[in-house]
């Protein structure tokens, strides 16, 4: 077997406020100190965690109150709050928020990748919006990283519906997909995430307001926690049980659909 790489993933589970940032920021201190005291090294909160996901609102949405929650990943905003935090307590962040277009043509459904010690080693775009999201600019990169922890890929929410986001994900090197998210809370996540753990041998970390779900690389459900009250799912697993078994016998040259 190989050598061990393990890693402490903390999921946060906890149904965020509309509209209420500030009240949501302190919601996510509160678990993400209680994630590091029981050795979380990266700590990954639901979609658009700190606005509530206000695209979803059906009663007081408006251009101006949306453009008003959106934030930049520089400046004095939460996503500084965030990196501050990474950096005290030593630990990896995917934070879920809504993040402002640079160029103010509107903004992103985005999380971030904050390493621990507080830099920003990306930001990831929702790439698939369906019609309640349409209020955000689509992505149109699906990034991996490398740090210290493992390679770290990021889809959120409904990109996990389309196989093509996950393997591609896998074939820039991804060992860990963080899948922040909020909508459809049943029993389909179950498979669907097992499926695509499944068929690319890598670890998922299905992170919803009301369950946290980590699948692995054959697979199998390492680790579950539902629930309405906030709470953090800790667990650890082996990014060394990673395979590409099946990913050495895929056939491309039988796949062009040109």
Not at 40 to 50: D, K, N, S
Request: glycine share 10%.
């Amino acid at each position: 077997m190989a050598a061990s790489k393990t890693v402490r993933v903390c999921l946060v589970k906890a149904v965020p406020e509309k509209w209420n940032l500030d009240g949501n920021w302190r919601l996510f201190e509160l678990l993400a100190r209680r994630a590091a005291e029981g050795g979380a090294q990266i700590i990954c909160t639901p979609e658009c965690f700190l606005d509530g996901y206000v695209t979803a609102a059906k009663e007081g949405s408006s251009e101006e109150r949306f453009a008003g929650i959106s934030q930049t990943l520089e400046g004095d905003g939460y996503v500084t709050l965030v990196r501050e935090l990474a950096a005290e307590l030593g630990v990896y962040v995917v934070f879920g928020f809504t993040e402002l277009d640079a160029g103010g043509r509107g903004a992103y459904n985005a999380a971030a990748l904050i390493d621990d010690g507080g830099g920003l080693v990306g930001c990831y775009h929702k790439t698939h919006l369906l019609d309640h999201d349409l209020k955000y600019l689509p992505g149109d990169d699906l990034p991996v990283w490398e740090t210290e922890l493992g390679r770290i890929g990021i889809m959120i929410c409904a990109d996990r519906r389309w196989p093509e986001v996950a393997r591609t994900l896998k074939c820039r090197g991804a060992e860990l997909i963080m899948n922040p998210t909020y909508g459809m809370w049943h029993l389909d996540n179950e498979w669907w995430m097992r499926t695509r753990s499944y068929e690319n041998e890598l670890f998922i970390c299905f992170t919803h307001p009301h369950v946290s779900l980590i699948t692995g690389p054959k697979g199998q459900i390492c680790a579950k926690l539902e629930g309405d009250s906030p709470d953090v799912l800790v667990h650890e697993i082996n990014l060394a049980e990673c395979a590409d078994v099946m990913f050495r016998a895929r056939r491309p040259d039988v796949y062009d659909l040109s």
